[in-house]
């Protein structure tokens, strides 16, 4: 079992739904990163995480310690929003180190 | 844009070949990153560097020898290569370590 469970692998959606990708993990962690890679490779940050909520723009992203889960939700989706969105945790030991999980494929229909 | 740079963008080589990745960040940040992505795999940390000094070395084989030279600048060596080391090359670069992590849009790599 991986340290860093994302799910679903892939979700499929029409132009202006609400998305939620999940994230759980197992290890004590530093931080939460949720990560986003377009076609190509490139990945951007999104954000990075220790306690509650953040938001930017239409994306929000919540972790619960106590559960040890994550989730990123997108509010009026978009096409330009597919992409692989990718959790990652640092480990409280060796904190420089990121563990990832598999990444979760998003496609937004128009 | 993110302030990290990468060359090559394709990489083809044989087994035999010796080659160079070089990444470059213009952020004025103190660690630098390597990270693997091989197809259907999540990312693998390879190395990571603070202030030019490796503190990390995640169990990569020989045959993958990093150099930074200077807090900019973070190069990975390749010699005799094998065929599953065809890949995603990603560096990325942070204020400090624990800091959020920039990314370069990486190399692809395929050996044949």
């Known amino acids: 079992k991986n340290e860093v469970e994302q799910s679903p692998q892939n979700l499929t959606a029409q132009e202006g739904e609400f998305i939620t990708i999940n994230c759980s993990y197992s290890?004590?962690?530093?931080?939460l990163h949720w990560l986003q890679q377009h076609p190509g490779g490139g990945i951007v940050s999104l954000f990075m995480?220790?306690?509650g909520k953040k938001k930017h723009g239409r994306l929000i992203a919540t972790i619960n310690i106590q559960e040890k889960h994550s989730s990123l939700h997108i509010t009026a989706s978009h096409p330009r929003d597919s992409a692989v969105y990718i959790c990652?945790?640092?480990?409280?030991?060796?904190?420089?180190?990121?563990?990832f999980g598999q990444g979760t494929r998003l496609t937004i229909n128009p | 844009e993110t302030g990290v740079t990468q060359t090559p963008r394709h990489l083809v080589m044989g087994m035999t070949n010796k080659k160079s990745l070089k990444c470059e960040q213009h952020?004025?940040?103190?660690?630098m990153y390597w990270y693997k992505q091989s197809a259907k795999k999540p990312l693998e940390l390879m190395f990571v560097?603070?202030?030019?000094?490796?503190?990390e070395n995640n169990s990569v084989p020989s045959r993958f020898s990093p150099e930074c030279p200077n807090s900019s600048h973070l190069f990975l060596h390749l010699h005799t290569l094998q065929p599953e080391d065809s890949a995603l090359y990603l560096c990325?670069?942070?204020?400090?370590?624990?800091?959020?992590?920039?990314f370069g849009p990486g190399t692809r790599l395929t050996v044949l």
């Open positions: 990652a945790v640092g480990l409280i030991q060796g904190a420089q180190k990121l563990v």
């Open positions: 995480l220790s306690s």
């Open positions: 952020l004025g940040h103190n660690a």
């Open positions: 290890v004590g962690i530093s931080a």
């Open positions: 990325a670069s942070s204020q400090d370590l624990r800091d959020e992590q920039f």
């Open positions: 560097y603070s202030l030019e000094e490796r503190v």
